[in-house]
């Protein structure tokens, strides 16, 4: 037998055990992505003490060393939901270009994930960086500079706190892009809730919604309890009671839409306004009745179904299944779901879907934050012994 020195034993042993956790970690963050359901059931580290994140990194599917902190775990881990507009109205299109709406926002519980590290400034680093985890969605083309929504937020804390804390955070991406599914501004509204957070609360929340409305119109409805009913462009949100939860089926195709495309086939001229059903009462249809039996209503979808044609078809082919409402979501491309199939539905409708239009299909949920400002979606109060 061949006889190694106990020191030279002990290194190796331990050598091959971190190559082995590294390699099973490495497997779990990039999970095979099933074409029909993409929620890998992300869990909420974010009300853990900063004592036990470590152990549970060890045995959690979303973690890898950060590229810029390695092993250390991050002060905080927040997840930020996308989101689906259960009727939009397309009012007018003001003086200014901008399009005047009237819209309930519902958040639904796909999540990105966003980790953040908090340090004293450094005058040899930046304030805030970022980066993306290798296995986000489409992780080559999401910027990590000053063009990202997370960085701009981030500024913007920086700029009217004048926090002098170092923050850097890491995106996990799930949410898809130019789905009408408010991915970058849920993260954004996420990295000032973070922000504020780590720095103690200078901000309140009323402060938060307005320079959430300067970083873009759907920020400010993520700072909400989930359910908002948001006007002008969107940046005024009104708080509404959590609705009725739901089973809500979110249907991707590969195909994005481009907002400005989208709004330009609109095809509204500065001043020019649109009649329609009153928005007061599609609100009123949706807290005072059952979310199965409102009116769903997106003057977005006719003009985007002039950009993306398939669009069209998808929503038929849905609703043909006997779901109580299936509607696009803002101005796309995803179309979404409410409630279950009928029952004439084939059990297979999924995989027959799938492999007809070759989309991604998410089985979610409504979801909602907890009217309580220090906390975030997912998270609950600390256990108090």
């Not at 390699?23 to 853990?48: D, E, M, Q, T, V």
């Not at 998410?362 to 400002?373: D, V």
Request: hydrophobic content about 40%.
């Amino acid at each position: 037998m061949l006889m190694r020195p106990p020191l030279l034993q002990m290194l190796l042993l331990c050598c091959a055990s971190f190559a082995l956790g590294f390699s099973l970690a490495n497997a779990a963050f990039s999970p095979s992505r099933s074409p029909i359901n993409l929620n890998h059931g992300l869990k909420a580290r974010a009300c853990l003490p900063r004592k036990d994140r470590l152990a549970q990194m060890v045995t959690d599917d979303k973690f890898l060393p950060s590229k810029q902190f390695g092993l250390q775990p991050p002060d905080l881990t927040l997840l930020a939901p996308a989101k689906i507009n259960l009727f939009l109205r397309i009012l007018g299109r003001r003086e200014d270009g901008f399009h005047e709406l009237a819209s309930l926002f519902q958040t639904v519980s796909l999540f990105d994930t966003l980790d953040f590290w908090s340090s004293p400034a450094d005058d040899s680093q930046p304030l805030y960086s970022m980066e993306v985890t290798d296995s986000s969605l489409c992780a080559d083309l999401i910027p990590t500079d000053e063009s990202n929504l997370v960085m701009k937020a981030l500024h913007a804390f920086s700029e009217r706190t004048s926090s002098k804390q170092r923050l850097h955070c890491r995106l996990h991406k799930e949410i898809p892009a130019e789905g009408g599914l408010g991915g970058g501004s849920s993260d954004a509204a996420t990295a000032l809730h973070a922000a504020n957070r780590l720095a103690g609360f200078p901000l309140s929340e009323d402060e938060l919604i307005k320079l959430a409305a300067d970083l873009g119109s759907d920020v400010g409805f993520f700072l909400s309890g989930g359910t908002a009913y948001c006007t002008g462009r969107g940046e005024l949100v009104d708080f509404r009671k959590p609705l009725e939860p739901c089973t809500i089926y979110l249907i991707k195709p590969k195909v994005g839409c481009s907002t400005p495309a989208v709004y330009g086939a609109l095809g509204l001229e500065k001043g020019q306004q649109l009649s329609g059903l009153d928005p007061e009462a599609l609100l009123k249809e949706f807290e005072e009745g059952s979310i199965y039996k409102a009116t769903f209503i997106n003057d977005l979808e006719p003009p985007a179904f002039q950009v993306v044609p398939l669009l069209r078809e998808i929503k038929e082919d849905l609703e043909k299944l006997g779901f109580p409402a299936v509607m696009m979501s803002g101005s796309g491309s995803t179309i979404f779901c409410i409630g279950s199939p009928g029952a004439d539905a084939p059990n297979n409708w999924q995989e027959e879907l799938v492999a007809k239009y070759d989309v991604d299909i998410f089985e979610q949920a409504s979801c909602s934050r907890l009217n309580n400002a220090n906390l975030w979606y997912a998270e609950q109060p600390a256990e108090t012994s």
